[in-house]
């Protein structure tokens, strides 16, 4: 807990030299764009890319890490509509290396740089889009996004019609985990991308610049949040079983198990629809697909 007080001090010691920079947020191509890495996701990938749409995310950098499933078929329409830079990733636990080629090569192309997985789903909850929220945090470095973990709910199989966002609505108290978007005029500052949490920043360390009362944990089991991170870890237990766990984690040393399904069917017994009122748009937009 000393640890942590001092870590909390710190960070606003940070956060008003960074203040006092002045260095602001620059209008790039693109504002708000999202970076992932997938493998074997072309069931999930559409829901994905539409939902972020309607939430303002504008460009997707995806890197395909040995796909075999029809991703292609999925993305080709956002290829050609230039929704999506495609990049073939061959690299075993690749994830940190495709995020550092990513800020690398693409951070003159967007403002605003967000390391999101395809589990993942940012849900605006009092802005109406992405880029609303960002705006207020134009002056900093990052703005961090925290988890809330969604469970089974109880379901075995998969129902392949159905969306996730629609499926999964068990929940878990806003976890101290966090998923960040990067503010890509301090890409300069930046030493090396270890994980897609957090960045340390040359000179500064690690910087949070909301909700750091949450991140080194001296507020438990907050409930609400402007804006919130759907990560829909479990799905149904057909999907830990043909899925999640054969494909493993992209991180280094870290693998998905039953022990871990199941802590996390305990966590999540909190019923959240936050994600709801944009299902009418991403149906509409969905169905633009069907055939």
Known sequence: MIR??????????????????NRRCKTKKYYVSICGIFKNEAKYLREWIEFHRIVGVEH????????????????????????????????????????????????????????????????????????????????????????????????VTENNKALVSETYTLSSCFSSTQKMFFNT???????????????????????????????????????????????YYNKSYEYQVKKKIPNGNVLENVEYTFDAFYKKEKVCRFPDYNIYPYLVKLKLALAKYKS
């Open 185 to 231: 005029s301090w890409g300069d500052w930046v030493k090396k991308i270890r994980i897609a949490h957090i960045v340390k920043l040359k000179y500064l360390g690690t910087y949070v610049p909301n909700d750091p009362m949450l991140f080194y944990g001296f507020l438990k089991n907050k409930k609400e949040n402007d804006i919130q991170l759907n990560h």
């Open 60 to 155: 997707f950098y995806l890197y395909n890490n040995f796909s075999s499933d029809n991703y292609m078929e999925i993305l080709q329409p956002y290829i050609d509509s230039k929704v999506v830079t495609l990049i073939d990733w061959p690299h075993q636990k690749g994830q940190a290396l495709a995020y550092n080629h990513c800020l690398q090569n693409f951070k003159d192309q967007t403002s605003w740089l967000g390391f999101i997985d395809l589990d993942e789903f940012v849900v605006p909850n009092k802005y109406d889009n992405v880029s609303e929220w960002l705006k207020k945090h134009e002056k900093q470095p990052m703005a961090f996004v925290y988890w809330k973990f969604f469970a089974s709910g109880g379901n």
């Open 4 to 21: 942590n007080i001092f870590k909390l001090l710190r960070n606003y010691i940070y956060m008003v030299i960074i203040a006092l920079m």
